[in-house]
């Protein structure tokens, strides 16, 4: 199999080391040269698929070396690493030849990702085959086949196919379809989504397939079936998908390089020390440092400096004050930058055994701005059955959720860079995917932060600094559905209608369900089937929900039962009317089965933890 080969050039030495390990990582091979003239004589030898070329190199800059490729034929796909993201930048770089442009500082996946699309444009990839049993997609060709039988489909049915296909352990919702192969602006309902899938099944039918190859996730939405034969893996799906199995020295030796790149940012504390004593700290140099600072106190804890990431938090704290700092803290400023300089002597954490990986592969989303930190956890991931995609800002994360929603999300709260809160970005997924299971990872402790975290649904609150074995814990935890064996469920509601609906998104659950629409009967009911959960209806005749749950309350023996109240009012003087009755939690109509499904399950497994 063809080896896809990167010329990179890039004369930062640090970054350049870094980013090659990353790519080999990602099985690629790399020659890296550090400055232009050399990289163009490497770069027509014709030995390269494709150049990674930074814009401010030495000898040659970027842009002219890019500009003397192209005039001299050169035809194979440039890449373009630049921290200038100004509109005049980007359009300089596409004149000069480039083919796309990543801006620093570069994020894994979607480096990896741009680096894919050029090489299939480009046709480096010599195959294109994605296979599931005798079920044969070519993407180039666009032909389907079963069993060398060609299956003619529409556009779009052939999307749907290709989507799954690329992602096999992906369960996919019907609004994240719409998303990924129409956009926002011109999507059909959610509706049209069923159809078609009716559609793709009834052809793979009429073919000979006996296996349905697409599984109904109930209320929740549409995944890839296991072949029924071990799937024959497509040699460009090799290339792309598969994550790195690095052995435990490779591990190390990238980690090391990456804490070394811990020194280079005590630099900075260091200028920031010197200037104050002599006193004359400047603005920008104290927000640079305090900048820094955040970074050492996330990274540090993330390879084991526990200790270091305390004194790295203590200096971005000095830092963050708006007065001059006294004489004492100036002092203190002093030995908090040594003792991280000692700190940074101790060898560096070597990686140990970590846990047999699951059969599944889990996308996790991690939305953090500290480099080391995700470089980390993006290494170590394969090991605990997940696939760690990066998103270093609020805005990339929102650029990746467009395309695809990951099985969880790691989020911090704080980016310095911008005036924007990670509390934001958590309304908005929790607004859309309520199910999203979301653990926010913060040097933030307030209790008004847990509270806002908390009501905003998420998981899990993890606080920095954290080891990447704790952090991949927390992780794991939101990702394991609770198991309920045997539970019941008891709903009332005088809606024959909404009892059958609600009925049919939990049974498939393993639940045994009982529908009450008579109120007045609700106390005998109860007694008889000893629900392990109650969802009442708020607005029912001669007997409201709010009155049912109080007199649940007011029995001893009924004092824990779950209780969950469905209700078209969301505003706050309600909420507290059904808190106070005794509620313990509130779903809005239309309801949701996804939403549905988690509070039951939660509810249901919290209850069973407290009384084991």
């Given at each position: 199999?063809?080896?896809?080969?990167?010329?990179?050039?890039?004369?930062?030495?640090?970054?350049?080391?870094?980013?090659?390990?990353?790519l080999?990582?990602?099985?690629?091979?790399?020659?890296?040269?550090?400055?232009?003239?050399t990289?163009?004589?490497?770069?027509?030898?014709?030995e390269?698929?494709?150049?990674?070329?930074?814009?401010?190199?030495?000898?040659?800059?970027?842009?002219?070396?890019?500009?003397?490729?192209?005039?001299?034929?050169y035809?194979?796909?440039i890449?373009l690493l630049?921290?200038?993201?100004?509109?005049a930048?980007?359009?300089a770089?596409?004149?000069?030849?480039?083919?796309d442009?990543?801006?620093?500082?570069?994020?894994?996946?979607?480096?990896?990702?741009?680096?894919?699309s050029?090489?299939?444009?480009?046709?480096?990839?010599?195959?294109?085959?994605?296979?599931?049993?005798?079920?044969?997609?070519d993407?180039?060709?666009?032909?389907?086949?079963?069993?060398?039988?060609?299956?003619?489909?529409?556009?779009?049915?052939?999307?749907?196919?290709?989507?799954?296909?690329?992602?096999?352990?992906?369960?996919?919702?019907?609004?994240?379809?719409?998303?990924?192969?129409?956009?926002?602006?011109?999507?059909?309902?959610?509706?049209?989504?069923?159809?078609?899938?009716?559609?793709?099944?009834?052809?793979?039918?009429?073919?000979?397939?006996?296996?349905d190859?697409?599984?109904t996730?109930?209320?929740?939405?549409?995944r890839?079936?296991?072949?029924?034969?071990?799937?024959?893996?497509?040699?460009?799906?090799?290339?792309e998908?598969?994550?790195?199995?690095?052995?435990?020295?490779?591990?190390?030796?990238?980690?090391?390089?990456?804490?070394?790149?811990?020194?280079?940012?005590?630099?900075?504390?260091?200028?920031?020390?010197?200037?104050?004593?002599?006193?004359?700290?400047?603005?920008?140099?104290?927000?640079?440092?305090?900048?820094?600072?955040?970074?050492?106190?996330?990274?540090?804890?993330?390879?084991?400096?526990?200790?270091?990431?305390?004194?790295?938090?203590?200096?971005?704290?000095?830092?963050?004050?708006?007065?001059?700092?006294?004489?004492?803290?100036?002092?203190q400023?002093?030995?908090?930058?040594?003792?991280?300089?000692?700190?940074?002597?101790?060898?560096?954490m070597?990686?140990?055994?970590?846990?047999?990986?699951?059969?599944?592969?889990?996308?996790?989303?991690?939305?953090?701005?500290?480099?080391?930190?995700?470089?980390?956890?993006?290494?170590?991931?394969?090991?605990?059955?997940?696939?760690?995609?990066?998103?270093g800002n609020?805005?990339?994360?929102?650029?990746?959720?467009?395309?695809?929603?990951?099985?969880?999300?790691?989020?911090?709260?704080?980016?310095?860079?911008?005036?924007?809160?990670?509390?934001?970005?958590?309304?908005?997924?929790?607004?859309k995917?309520?199910?999203?299971?979301?653990?926010?990872?913060?040097?933030?402790?307030?209790?008004?932060?847990?509270?806002?975290?908390?009501?905003?649904?998420a998981?899990?609150?993890?606080?920095?600094?954290?080891?990447?074995?704790?952090i991949?814990?927390?992780?794991?935890?939101?990702?394991?559905?609770p198991?309920?064996?045997?539970?019941?469920?008891?709903?009332?509601?005088?809606?024959?209608?909404?009892?059958?609906?609600?009925?049919?998104?939990?049974?498939?659950?393993?639940?045994e369900?009982?529908?009450?629409?008579e109120?007045?009967?609700?106390?005998?009911v109860?007694?008889?089937?000893?629900?392990?959960?109650?969802?009442?209806?708020?607005?029912?005749?001669?007997?409201?929900?709010?009155?049912?749950?109080?007199?649940v309350?007011?029995?001893?023996?009924?004092?824990?039962?779950?209780?969950?109240?469905?209700?078209?009012?969301?505003?706050?003087?309600?909420?507290?009317?059904?808190f106070?009755?005794?509620?313990?939690?509130?779903?809005?109509?239309?309801?949701?089965?996804?939403?549905?499904v988690?509070?039951?399950?939660?509810?249901?497994?919290?209850?069973?933890?407290?009384?084991?």
């Open positions: 199999m063809h080896r896809t080969k990167i010329l990179l050039i890039e004369d930062d030495l640090l970054l350049s080391q870094v980013l090659a390990e990353f080999s990582a990602n099985h690629y091979n790399i020659d890296l040269v550090n400055n232009g003239q990289g163009l004589e490497l770069a027509m030898s014709g390269y698929d494709l150049i990674l070329l930074d814009w401010h190199i030495p000898q040659v800059d970027g842009i002219s070396l890019c500009r003397q490729l192209r005039s001299l034929g035809s194979k796909p890449l630049t921290a200038n993201n100004s509109n930048d980007i359009v770089g596409f004149d000069a030849g480039a083919d442009y990543v801006i620093k500082p570069w994020e894994p996946e979607a480096l990896l990702a741009r680096i894919r050029l090489l299939r444009r480009s046709g480096a990839f010599s195959s294109s085959k994605l296979t599931w049993g005798h079920l044969c997609l993407q180039i060709s666009g032909k389907v086949t079963y069993n060398t039988q060609v299956i003619s489909l529409t556009v779009t049915e052939h999307k749907l196919l290709e989507l799954f296909l690329l992602n096999p352990n992906r369960i996919f919702s019907r609004r994240v379809i719409l998303d990924r192969l129409w956009g926002f602006d011109d999507a059909p309902i959610e509706n049209a989504v069923t159809t078609h899938i009716k559609d793709l099944r009834k052809k793979l039918k009429a073919a000979g397939m006996m296996e190859i697409l599984e996730v109930y209320g929740i939405g549409y890839l079936q296991s072949p029924p034969t071990p799937a024959s893996i497509a040699e460009h799906q090799d290339s998908k598969q994550s790195p199995t690095q052995d435990l020295t490779a591990i190390n030796r990238v980690l090391e390089r990456l804490i070394n790149s811990l020194s280079h940012r005590m630099v900075v504390l260091e200028e920031a020390k010197t200037a104050l004593l002599k006193g004359n700290l400047h603005q920008d140099l104290q927000q640079q440092a305090k900048h820094e600072a955040h970074k050492l106190a996330g990274s540090m804890g993330s390879v084991g400096y526990s200790h270091g990431s305390q004194l790295a938090r203590t200096l971005e704290n000095l830092l963050s004050s708006d007065r001059i700092l006294t004489d004492d803290e100036i002092t400023f002093c030995q908090l930058v040594k003792a991280l300089q000692q700190e940074l002597t101790k060898p560096p070597p990686a140990i055994a970590l846990p047999t990986p699951p059969r599944q592969t889990h996308v996790v989303l991690v939305i953090d701005d500290d480099t080391l930190l995700t470089e980390r956890l993006w290494i170590e991931a394969q090991a605990w059955g997940m696939q760690i995609k990066i998103a609020l805005t990339t994360a929102r650029s990746l959720l467009v395309f695809e929603t990951p099985d969880a999300v790691l989020l911090d709260l704080s980016f310095p860079d911008t005036e924007e809160d990670g509390l934001t970005l958590l309304r908005e997924m929790a607004a995917s309520p199910n999203l299971p979301i653990v926010v990872f913060t040097a933030r402790d307030s209790l008004a932060d847990r509270l806002a975290v908390s009501r905003l649904g998981r899990q609150f993890l606080h920095k600094p954290a080891t990447t074995e704790q991949f814990q927390a992780i794991a935890r939101v990702l394991t559905q198991k309920i064996t045997e539970a019941k469920v008891l709903i009332v509601d005088d809606d024959l209608v909404m009892l059958a609906t609600l009925a049919a998104l939990l049974t498939p659950w393993g639940l369900v009982t529908t009450l629409n109120p007045q009967h609700f106390w005998q109860l007694i008889t089937t000893s629900p392990d959960i109650v969802v009442l209806d708020v607005e029912m005749p001669e007997i409201s929900g709010l009155e049912l749950c109080q007199i309350r007011q029995d001893a023996k009924w004092g824990d039962l779950p209780i969950l109240v469905v209700t078209v009012h969301t505003e706050a003087e309600f909420l507290q009317q059904a106070a009755a005794g509620a313990d939690d509130f779903i809005t109509k239309p309801v949701l089965g996804p939403e549905l988690t509070r039951v399950l939660s509810r249901i497994e919290r209850l069973r933890s407290l009384r084991r």
